[in-house]
């Protein structure tokens, strides 16, 4: 019965990706007659210089402190939306630099892998707090396809990036707090799973630094 459960769920994880790779076949395509980029907007017109500021100065072993190309200087450390040491920002920056240097389509990557991951992430909060392989799927696609994620965060890259740590850390409370046994019906202090409470603050802690402050603060409060 496990085992069934489990391919149940390696399936329904494999037809999200699948679903994840035909909604951004444009983007992922090898084929130059078939591919697209993102629009002109916020997407290309901010973020993809501040990674482009963020590249050029940690590849030259310096911190991205001070801007010099905006209103005749600023500070670019103390801009949340650049984002600048949020992990997977800097997971993007290396691996462009090895394989040739910064470009538009890396940032489009990160954008898409950004969809792929709160995709899976929804399915596991889902899939824990239903028990329904059904249930979570149907959620994570409403979830990561609906009109929010495909709208406009796609091209406001930090509101798309601060989003998608909730069910991480929705997840992370849910196993924390659930009742170790069937019987049990209250837990205690010392009943409580302490390291998914970790997770979860992990999991806000990378909503945080993803740049867009107001969406951080929703998820603060729902998680509290």
């Not at 920002?89 to 240097?101: H, Y």
Request: hydrophobic share 50%.
């Amino acid at each position: 019965m496990r085992k069934n459960l489990l391919s149940h769920d390696t399936l329904a994880i494999a037809v999200l990706i699948a679903l994840w790779a035909l909604f951004f076949w444009r983007l992922l395509t090898p084929n130059p007659i078939d591919q697209a980029s993102l629009v002109n907007g916020d997407f290309s017109g901010q973020f993809v210089a501040f990674g482009a500021y963020q590249y050029q100065r940690f590849t030259s072993g310096q911190v991205p402190l001070w801007n010099p190309y905006n209103n005749g200087g600023l500070p670019f450390i103390a801009d949340t939306q650049a984002a600048v040491f949020y992990p997977p920002r800097l997971l993007t920056i290396a691996l462009s630099f090895l394989s040739g240097g910064w470009s538009y389509h890396a940032l489009e990557l990160e954008m898409m892998g950004h969809v792929l991951l709160y995709s899976l992430l929804m399915y596991a909060f889902v899939r824990r707090l239903t028990d329904s392989v059904f249930g979570a799927f149907i959620a994570c696609v409403v979830a990561a396809y609906g009109g929010f994620i495909t709208g406009y965060p796609q091209l406001q890259l930090a509101l798309l990036e601060a989003s998608i740590w909730l069910p991480l850390g929705t997840l992370g409370i849910l196993v924390a707090t659930s009742p170790h046994e069937v019987s049990e019906t209250r837990l205690g202090f010392k009943d409580v799973r302490w390291s998914w409470l970790v997770v979860s603050g992990l999991a806000l802690g990378m909503s945080w630094m993803a740049g867009h402050p107001q969406t951080s603060w929703f998820l603060t409060y729902l998680m509290i």
